[in-house]
């Protein structure tokens, strides 16, 4: 016969009797995946003898569980929500939390304003975790999330020694097969399109870009480099101004899909022909990569990857308190078409 709890069990009452985190009971409430069985039995075990009623009102009030986790975009520039990336990864990220029972909630921080703003709105309890991207070198919100003791992954990250946790892609060893794939080609006068320099992102697909280039005994002066930001028209004009400098290129790695699209039409209003003058490649392989004239190699990124990770390390972030930041870096995937 199961044992009447007095008074309102709550979810850490719940996680204790089961010897589990509170946050491993409300996924097996939400019936989650992820969960191991015997400890999904422990879970339900302790449900029936505590006497706990999960609904909602009541998770979220006796358990201190918004069951929302924030989406920060810290992307000062509104352009660029038009951008894929940031509805691929929207998409990844409401895929991969669909099973937890959590809302995601997208919010805009652009100013020292809404930074504090957010902070206190999470720290009130509105939010259990938080993801961001698009996060520039001097953010100091990761900081004063993580001194909040507030779960935080990133996408991406401010530099090398990034002391919270993140998923990334792998943009070094990414530029560097893309570059290396020109040279194969027979490509030797190679530029580059980056997106902003203030973000860690382009400066680690411009370091892939100097190794491949140094690798095969070539020192890429600075006037093959014009820095974009990730959009078609600033595809547009770096590629103009790269003409400007260089009629003799014959190859550009570009920061995006969208920024190698504006490069082709500035390569067409040009007069070159894609790929037998010029051979570009873009950064992504987002479905506009096969929508292009001709059709864009590119390096895909795996973004339905980066996704799943990022919500997973959040989870483990807001179950258990880390003995240590979680790092993953994803590998990346040349995808040869017709463009180089």
Same mark, same amino acid.
């Given at each position: 016969?199961?044992?009447?709890?007095?008074?309102?069990?709550?979810?850490?009452?719940?996680?204790?009797?089961?010897?589990?985190?509170?946050?491993?009971?409300?996924?097996?409430?939400?019936?989650?995946?992820?969960?191991?069985?015997?400890?999904?039995?422990?879970?339900?075990?302790?449900?029936?003898?505590?006497?706990?009623?999960?609904?909602?009102?009541?998770?979220?009030?006796?358990?201190?569980?918004?069951?929302?986790?924030?989406?920060?975009?810290?992307?000062?520039?509104?352009?660029?929500?038009?951008?894929?990336?940031?509805?691929?990864?929207? /998409?990844?990220?409401?895929?991969?939390?669909?099973?937890?029972?959590?809302?995601?909630?997208?919010?805009?921080?652009?100013?020292?304003?809404?930074?504090?703003?957010?902070?206190?709105?999470? *720290?009130?309890? /509105?939010?259990?975790?938080?993801?961001? %991207?698009?996060?520039?070198?001097?953010?100091?919100?990761?900081?004063?999330?993580?001194?909040? *003791?507030?779960?935080?992954? !990133?996408?991406?990250?401010?530099?090398?020694?990034?002391?919270?946790?993140?998923?990334?892609?792998?943009?070094?060893?990414?530029?560097?097969?893309?570059?290396?794939?020109?040279?194969?080609?027979?490509?030797?006068?190679?530029?580059?399109?980056?997106?902003?320099?203030? %973000?860690?992102?382009?400066?680690?697909?411009? *370091?892939?870009?100097?190794?491949?280039?140094?690798?095969?005994?070539?020192?890429?002066?600075?006037?093959?480099?014009?820095?974009?930001?990730?959009?078609?028209?600033?595809?547009?004009?770096?590629?103009?101004?790269?003409?400007?400098?260089?009629?003799?290129?014959?190859?550009?790695?570009?920061?995006?899909?969208?920024?190698?699209?504006?490069?082709?039409?500035?390569?067409?209003?040009?007069?070159?022909?894609?790929?037998?003058?010029?051979?570009?490649?873009?950064?992504?392989?987002?479905?506009?990569?096969?929508?292009?004239?001709? /059709?864009?190699?590119?390096?895909?990124?795996?973004?339905?990857?980066?996704?799943?990770?990022?919500?997973?390390?959040? !989870?483990?972030?807001?179950?258990?308190?880390?003995?240590?930041?979680?790092?993953?870096?994803?590998?990346?995937?040349?995808?040869?078409?017709?463009?180089?």
């Amino acid at each position: 016969m199961s044992k009447r709890h007095p008074g309102s069990p709550t979810l850490e009452e719940v996680a204790a009797h089961a010897g589990v985190g509170r946050g491993t009971v409300s996924r097996v409430v939400n019936n989650a995946a992820g969960v191991k069985e015997s400890t999904r039995r422990a879970v339900q075990q302790a449900i029936a003898e505590l006497g706990y009623v999960p609904n909602l009102a009541a998770r979220s009030l006796a358990g201190r569980r918004a069951d929302a986790v924030a989406l920060v975009m810290t992307e000062p520039d509104w352009r660029k929500f038009a951008e894929p990336f940031f509805s691929e990864i929207v /998409r990844s990220l409401g895929d991969a939390l669909t099973d937890t029972g959590m809302q995601l909630l997208l919010t805009l921080v652009r100013s020292d304003t809404e930074r504090e703003r957010f902070l206190e709105y999470a *720290r009130g309890g /509105r939010v259990d975790g938080v993801l961001m %991207m698009s996060v520039h070198a001097d953010d100091p919100l990761p900081d004063m999330l993580a001194e909040a *003791r507030l779960p935080t992954v !990133l996408l991406g990250r401010r530099s090398a020694d990034e002391h919270v946790s993140y998923v990334d892609a792998d943009n070094v060893g990414g530029a560097r097969s893309a570059v290396t794939h020109l040279l194969d080609k027979g490509r030797r006068t190679i530029a580059t399109i980056t997106g902003p320099l203030d %973000m860690y992102v382009t400066r680690c697909r411009l *370091r892939g870009y100097r190794e491949a280039l140094a690798h095969a005994g070539l020192d890429a002066p600075p006037s093959w480099v014009a820095e974009g930001d990730f959009t078609a028209e600033s595809g547009r004009r770096a590629m103009a101004r790269l003409l400007g400098r260089h009629p003799d290129i014959d190859g550009v790695l570009a920061a995006s899909d969208t920024t190698a699209a504006g490069a082709l039409e500035a390569l067409r209003a040009a007069g070159r022909r894609v790929p037998q003058d010029v051979a570009v490649i873009g950064f992504d392989d987002f479905p506009l990569a096969e929508r292009t004239e001709p /059709r864009l190699t590119t390096v895909r990124q795996p973004l339905e990857e980066i996704g799943r990770a990022m919500v997973r390390l959040l !989870l483990e972030e807001m179950e258990e308190s880390p003995v240590a930041w979680r790092h993953v870096i994803l590998r990346t995937e040349l995808v040869v078409r017709e463009s180089a």
